[in-house]
């Protein structure tokens, strides 16, 4: 049965234009062709056409795939086998490739542990950082709504908001260095940003955004967080969440 350039096309998945570029490359030529220019597909030009698109999938180029068919000496039962073989090997990488995949996700939606949240920082530094912080706080309601907050969040949450902090404090540094002012409207966008990235754990009223802000100033290891990416850093980020607070009790 002889096949048109549509039929085929619809028989194999490919479009027209891919069989009339294949039959111009010398790929896949038609049966026959008649006057008026309409091709005609038989079996043969059928069955080439399938170990043409075996052989795509596989990523060869034209020109290869065309050599490979076209050496003398070859069957089709030969080539076939070759093919499978190939393309076992292609399913066994990719198998990998998608095993990677889940378990990369698997580990995005794992619950996050004190490593993630901590980094670096030894355990008995990390159970004396969570000890000081219940005893300052257990007792208040946003303590235990960022207890809650955190128990929520998957590795990416933590990997997301690490990356977000850590482009904050760049940004602080570079506006500090470049001599903005507490009261310009960057630093003050960025204490907005800042405002934000505490809200991801508690409401922070004004009153007790004011207290962190003094804070950063009077405890040593906030000071040394903030003026390690620029001394100084530390004192200006508490003028400018000052300023900011107090435009907000005032509207």
């Given amino acids: 049965m002889p096949y048109t350039v549509h039929q085929l096309a619809k028989l194999s998945g490919v479009t027209p234009r891919t069989l009339r570029f294949y039959d111009k490359?010398?790929?896949l030529s038609p049966a026959s062709v008649d006057k008026n220019g309409y091709r005609a597909y038989g079996e043969k030009e059928l069955i080439r056409l399938q170990q043409i698109l075996f052989f795509?999938?596989?990523?060869?180029?034209?020109?290869?795939?065309?050599?490979?068919?076209?050496?003398?000496?070859?069957d089709r039962a030969a080539t076939l086998r070759y093919q499978r073989g190939l393309l076992a090997l292609k399913r066994k990488r990719l198998d990998k490739i998608l095993k990677t995949i889940d378990m990369t996700m698997n580990d995005m939606r794992a619950p996050a542990d004190d490593k993630d949240l901590y980094g670096s920082l030894s355990t008995e530094d990390i159970d004396a950082y969570k000890q000081e912080a219940k005893e300052r706080w257990g007792s208040s309601e946003a303590y235990k709504t960022s207890q809650l907050r955190v128990a929520k969040m998957t590795k990416e949450d933590v990997r997301r908001m690490k990356e977000?902090?850590?482009?904050?404090?760049?940004?602080?540094?570079?506006?500090?260095?470049a001599r903005r002012a507490p009261t310009s409207a960057e630093m003050q966008a960025l204490v907005t940003r800042h405002h934000a990235g505490i809200e991801r754990f508690y409401p922070c009223a004004p009153e007790m955004y004011r207290g962190l802000g003094r804070m950063y100033v009077d405890d040593a290891r906030f000071t040394a967080y903030y003026d390690k990416a620029a001394p100084g850093l530390a004192a200006h980020l508490n003028a400018a969440i000052q300023i900011w607070c107090d435009k907000k009790e005032t509207k």
């Fill in 164 to 177: 977000d902090q850590a482009t904050l404090l760049a940004d602080l540094a570079a506006a500090f260095v």
């Fill in 25 to 27: 490359a010398g790929l």
């Fill in 56 to 74: 795509r999938e596989l990523d060869l180029p034209l020109g290869e795939i065309k050599a490979l068919l076209d050496k003398p000496g070859s």
